[in-house]
C-alpha cells in the first residue's frame, strides 16, 4: 500500500494550507490530506465520512474516560459559570487548584510536600528539572545538574524535556541535547538483550551500566534520573522484572533522586493507581498529565517531596520570589476537570476495572503472536506493546525504510481501529481505561485483521 495522491476535501486543503502538525510526514500529509474527526463516544470516535473508530491508543494515551463523558463536561461548565479564570501568583489562589493539590497529595504513592501545577507533560518535565537545579544551588551543590534519562525515554519537546528525550527526531536540527543530559539504555529486553542474555541478566548489565555512568560523570554532578515506568512513545516497552528496584538501589547508594515521569502511567493504566506501584520503587517527585483530566483541558502536575518543596521554598524565600510559573498554572477550570475525572476514577473503581479486564487484554494480546509478524507481544494493565518482525527465529526486522508498523497503522485504520506505529517498528495498544471485555474483543478482532493484511501486504511486496 502506498500513499497515494488523493482529491482533497475541502477541509483537508484547508488544513494543509494552514496547519503545521506535529509528528507528522508532513511531505505525505500534504498528498493525503489529513482525517478529520468530528465526535466521539465511549472508546469510539468518528470521522467526518461517518467512519467509526475504535480508538485504542485514547489519543495518544490520554482519554482515560473515554469521550462524551457529560460529567466532565459539566464540571467544566459549572466551572466556567462560576470562576472561569484567575492566576493564582502573588498572593491570590482558588478552591479548584487547592483541592486537586491535596487530592493528588492524598493519593501519591509516595510522600508529597507540595504540588505545582503547568499545562503539558514537556512544561512538568522542564519544571521537574529547573526544581532540581534550583534545589542543588540552594543545597551548596551547585555541580549537581546532570538529568540521567534513556534512551526511547519520552518526556516531551520543550528545550530541556527534549534533551532529555531519547529520540533522534526530537533533537535533531534543533541544537538538542543541551549538555546537562545523559542517557542510559532502556530496559527492552526483546529489542536490546545480547544473545542468550536472561531478563535478570539485562537488568544486572543495566544497573551497571548505570552505575559505569555514575562514575564517570562523578556522583556529585549528578541531580537525578528521570523515567517512564512504561516507555511510551518508545515503543510501549515494558521493564523486565527487578528492574526498577536495581536502578533505585544504584541511585539510593549515590544519593541520586528519581523523577517519575507517569503522564502516561499515572490514574490506573498499569493495573495501580501508578506505574510505580506496579514495578516496585518510589520516586522523591513525580510528573502527572494526560489522564490527569482525561485529556478534556490540558493540564499537568509536578508532585515533589517534602525535603524538595522545603528546598525550593527556601531558595525562593531567599530570593525573595519564585520565579517560575505558568500564566495558567492551576486554571480553575482545568483543576475543576481534574478534581472530577480522580472522583469518577475513584467512584467508578477503574483500578479495579483495569484489574479485572487486564487478563483478557494479555491473553488477546499474546494471541497476536500466532501472526508471523509479531515478534513480541508483552502487556501490562492496559497497555502493550509489539514488535514486528521479519524473521521471529532471529528477530531479523524489516528496517524502518520499509515502514512496516506505518502499513500496520493503515491498515487497523481501514478496519476501524486507531494503534500507533512506533519508532523500532513497534505497534502501541492503550485504550480508554473505561474499555468493556466485549469492546476489547472487538479491538482485537480488528488488529488481528490489520496484521493479516500488513501480512499480506509484506507478502505482496516482496518484503518477507
Ligand atoms: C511520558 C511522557 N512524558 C511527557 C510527555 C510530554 O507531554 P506533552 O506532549 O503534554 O508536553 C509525554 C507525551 O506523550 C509522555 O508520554
Known amino acids: 500500500m502506498t500513499r497515494t495522491d488523493a482529491i482533497l476535501s475541502k477541509a483537508q486543503a484547508r488544513d494543509v494550507a494552514s496547519l503545521i502538525h506535529p509528528f507528522t510526514d508532513l511531505a505525505a500529509l500534504g498528498r493525503s490530506g489529513p482525517s478529520i474527526l468530528t465526535h466521539g463516544k465511549g472508546v469510539f470516535v468518528y470521522d467526518s465520512d461517518g467512519r467509526e473508530y475504535l480508538e485504542a491508543m485514547s489519543s495518544l494515551w490520554c482519554v ?57 507533560g514537556s512544561e512538568a518535565n522542564d519544571s521537574q528539572i529547573k526544581f532540581r537545579w534550583y534545589a542543588a544551588n540552594a543545597k551548596g551543590t551547585p555541580a549537581r545538574k546532570k538529568i540521567v534519562a534513556r ?29 546537562f543530559a545523559r542517557h542510559v539504555s532502556a530496559p527492552d529486553h526483546y529489542g536490546g538483550a545480547h544473545p542468550g542474555e536472561s531478563e535478570a541478566d539485562l537488568v544486572a548489565r543495566l544497573a551497571a551500566e548505570l552505575e559505569a555512568l555514575i562514575a564517570a560523570e562523578g556522583p556529585d554532578t549528578i541531580a537525578a534520573m528521570i523515567a517512564e515506568p512504561v516507555q511510551g512513545a518508545g515503543g510501549a516497552i515494558i521493564p523486565p522484572a527487578g528492574y526498577f528496584p536495581a536502578i533505585m538501589a544504584v541511585l539510593d547508594r549515590h544519593g541520586i533522586g528519581m523523577i517519575d515521569d507517569e503522564v502516561v502511567c499515572g490514574f490506573g493504566r498499569t493495573g495501580n493507581w501508578f506505574g510505580c506501584e ?57 483543576a475543576a476537570v481534574a478534581l472530577k475525572a480522580i472522583e469518577i476514577y475513584q467512584r467508578r473503581d477503574l483500578v479495579g476495572h483495569v484489574r479485572r479486564v487486564a487478563p483478557l487484554f494479555a491473553a488477546r494480546m499474546a494471541k497476536l503472536m500466532d501472526n508471523p509478524l509479531v515478534g513480541e507481544a508483552r502487556s501490562v494493565g492496559l497497555i502493550g506493546g509489539l514488535a514486528l518482525v521479519k524473521d521471529r527465529k532471529s528477530k531479523l526486522r524489516f528496517g524502518e525504510a520499509a515502514r512496516v508498523a506505518q502499513a500496520c497503522g ?27 471485555e466485549a469492546e476489547i474483543g472487538l479491538l482485537f478482532d480488528r488488529l488481528e485483521r490489520g496484521l493479516q493484511k500488513t501480512l499480506d501486504w509484506t507478502t505482496r511486496e516482496g518484503l518477507l
Open 64 to 120: 482515560a474516560l473515554g469521550w462524551g463523558e457529560e460529567e466532565l463536561v459539566e464540571a467544566a461548565a459549572e466551572q466556567m459559570r462560576k470562576l472561569a479564570f484567575v492566576h493564582i501568583f502573588a498572593g491570590k489562589s482558588h478552591d479548584p487548584a487547592i483541592a486537586l493539590a491535596e487530592k493528588l497529595k492524598e493519593i501519591a504513592p509516595f510522600p508529597v510536600g507540595k504540588v505545582f501545577f503547568a499545562n503539558s
Open 151 to 179: 534512551q526511547g525515554g519520552y518526556h516531551g519537546v520543550t528545550l530541556a524535556a527534549a534533551s532529555l528525550t531519547g529520540l533522534a527526531p526530537v533533537q535533531q536540527s534543533f541544537d538538542l541535547p543541551l549538555s
Open 410 to 436: 493503515r491498515y487497523c485504520l481501514e478496519e476501524g481501529l486507531v494503534v500507533r506505529p512506533l519508532a523500532g517498528e513497534r505497534i502501541a495498544v492503550c485504550p480508554p481505561l473505561i474499555i468493556t
Open 278 to 334: 506496579t514495578f516496585g520503587f518510589q520516586p522523591d517527585s513525580m510528573s502527572l498529565a494526560k489522564a490527569l483530566s482525561s485529556a478534556y483541558v490540558p493540564i499537568s502536575a509536578v508532585l515533589l517531596s517534602p525535603e524538595l518543596s522545603e528546598i525550593v521554598e527556601e531558595e525562593a524565600r531567599r530570593i525573595g520570589v519564585l520565579g517560575h510559573g505558568f500564566t495558567y498554572t492551576g486554571h480553575p477550570v482545568a
